[in-house]
C-alpha cells in the first residue's frame, strides 16, 4: 500500500488526483450496489438535518450561530466524502499487505492519545488529539486499522483458528492490547465493539462455536469486573437500572433522554420542534442525538431509521457473501466485519438512548455529530464498496481498477 501511495503522489500537479478520479468513473461501467449507497446518502443527508436541528440551543448558548455545529458537520461531510474517495481507488490487495503497518499505526494512535499534554482530555476521558482543523477521536481510525488487520490474520491463519482454541487466543492478542489502550482512556464502549466485531468475523472464518461461546464468557466476564471494580462504570450501572432514582445527578441524562423518546410517541412533534434539544438533554446533538430525532419523528421515524441501517447491513453483508465465493477472503471477511460495526454501534446507541443499555460514548453512524466518527464511518462504507466494484469485474472478467492495475 505504502509504495502504491508514494507512485500516487510521485506524478506533478494535479495529475494524480486526475488519474484517481478517471479510476473512480471507470466504476461506473461495472456499477456500484445501488440499494447499498442509497440507504447511506439518505443516512448522511438526514445526519446532517438532524445535527443542525438538535444543536441549535447548544450553537446559540456558545454564541457561534445556531448553525454553527452543521456548517461543521457539511465540512467533515466533504472531508469523509474526499477520504472515501481515496480509499476506493486502493486495491484490496494493497490493504491486505499492510496488516502489519494497520496495526502499528491503531497501536501508535492509541498510545499517543493517553501521553498527558499531547491527548486532550475532556470529562474525565482522554480520547482526542488536537489537529488544529479538528479534534480527532484517536479510537475512530484505530479500531478500522485493527479490524483491516484483523481480517488479514484471519486469513494467514484460518486453518489454525479454525481447529485450535490457542490459535484463536493468540490471534486476539493484539487486539486485546489494542482495547487496554482503550480502557485506559477510557472508553469501555469503544472495546466492547471491537470485541463485537472480532467475534463475528471468527465465527463468519468457521472458528467452533464452543471455542467462540468459551471466549465470549470469559471477554463477559471480563467486562463484568471492570465495571464493578470502576467507581463511575458501576454508578452508570446503577443508574441505568433506575434513572428516576436520582434524576438530577446520575440518572438526569437518561431521564430526560426517555422523555424526548416518549414525547415522539407515533409520529413526532415535527422537525424542528423537539424540546429537549432546548438544553434539557446533554450531549443533544453528539451522543443523544437519537432520542431528538424520536422525539421529532416518532416511532415511524424510529422504524425507518432501523430499516435503513438494516440494508446497509443486509447489503454488506451479501457482497461479503460474493467475495467469499470468489475465495477473495480478506475482502469477504473485512466486509462482514465493517458492516457488524455500523449496525451493532447503531443498535448499542439506540439501546443506550432508549435505556436498554447502559450510557456509553458511542456515536451514532453517520447521525451523530463529530469529524472522526463521520470521516471514519465514510471511509469504512467506501471500503465495501470497493469489494464490491472488484466483485463486479472478477464477475465480468475485466482487470480491476485502481493503484494496483
Not at 466504476?27 to 439518505?42: H, I, K
Not at 438533554?281 to 421515524?301: C, N, Q
Request: hydrophobic share 55%; glycine share 12%; charged share 10%.
Amino acid at each position: 500500500m505504502i509504495a502504491a501511495l508514494r507512485g500516487w503522489l510521485s506524478g506533478d500537479g494535479a495529475a494524480p488526483v486526475g488519474r484517481a478520479v478517471a479510476r473512480l468513473r471507470s466504476a461506473q461501467p461495472q456499477g456500484l450496489d445501488p440499494t447499498f449507497c442509497l440507504a447511506a446518502a439518505v443516512l448522511l443527508a438526514w445526519g446532517l438535518v438532524m445535527v443542525a436541528s438538535a444543536s441549535v440551543a447548544v450553537g446559540e448558548q456558545a454564541g457561534d450561530g445556531s448553525l454553527h455545529f452543521f456548517y461543521k458537520q457539511l465540512g467533515y461531510a466533504g472531508l469523509g466524502v474526499l477520504a472515501g474517495a481515496l480509499a476506493f481507488v486502493v486495491p484490496m490487495q494493497s490493504w491486505e499487505q499492510s496488516g502489519w503497518t494497520l496495526l502499528a499505526f491503531a497501536v501508535f494512535l492509541l498510545g499517543l492519545v493517553l501521553i498527558p499534554g499531547v491527548g486532550i482530555k475532556v470529562n474525565n476521558a482522554r480520547r482526542w488529539l488536537d489537529l488544529e482543523l479538528f479534534r480527532l477521536q484517536a479510537s475512530e481510525p484505530a479500531r478500522l486499522a485493527l479490524i483491516m488487520y484483523f481480517a488479514g490474520a484471519l486469513v494467514r491463519r484460518q486453518a489454525a483458528v479454525q481447529n485450535r482454541l490457542p490459535a484463536l487466543v493468540k490471534l486476539l492478542l493484539p487486539l486485546g492490547f489494542a482495547a487496554a489502550l482503550l480502557l485506559l482512556e477510557p472508553d469501555f464502549g469503544a472495546a466492547a465493539v471491537l470485541f463485537g466485531v472480532a467475534l463475528l468475523m471468527l465465527f463468519m472464518a468457521g472458528a467452533r462455536l464452543l471455542h467462540l461461546g468459551a471466549l465470549g464468557l470469559a471477554v463477559g466476564g471480563l467486562g463484568a469486573v471492570l465495571i464493578v471494580t470502576a467507581a463511575y462504570r458501576l454508578r452508570r450501572l446503577l443508574s441505568f437500572t433506575d434513572p428516576w432514582a436520582d434524576i438530577n445527578n446520575g440518572g438526569w441524562q437518561l431521564a430526560q433522554s426517555l422523555i424526548a423518546v416518549g414525547r415522539g410517541e407515533w409520529t413526532g412533534v415535527g422537525l424542528g420542534n423537539s424540546l429537549q434539544k432546548l438544553l434539557y438533554l446533554p450531549e443533544r446533538h453528539t451522543d443523544f442525538i437519537f432520542a431528538i430525532l424520536a422525539e421529532e419523528f416518532g416511532l415511524l421515524g424510529i422504524l425507518v431509521l432501523l430499516a435503513l441501517f438494516g440494508v446497509l447491513v443486509w447489503r454488506g453483508f451479501a457482497i461479503a457473501a460474493a467475495a467469499e465465493t470468489r475465495n477473495r477472503r480478506f475482502s469477504a471477511y473485512l466486509a462482514y466485519g465493517l458492516s457488524t460495526w455500523v449496525g451493532l454501534q447503531a443498535l448499542v446507541n439506540m439501546a443506550v438512548n432508549m435505556g436498554l443499555l447502559p450510557t456509553k460514548g458511542l456515536t451514532l453512524p453517520l447521525i451523530s455529530y463529530g469529524g472522526s466518527s463521520l470521516v471514519t464511518v465514510c471511509v469504512l462504507l467506501a471500503l465495501i464498496l470497493r469489494v464490491d466494484y472488484e466483485n463486479r469485474v472478477e464477475a465480468s472478467r475485466a482487470p480491476a481498477g485502481g493503484f494496483g492495475a
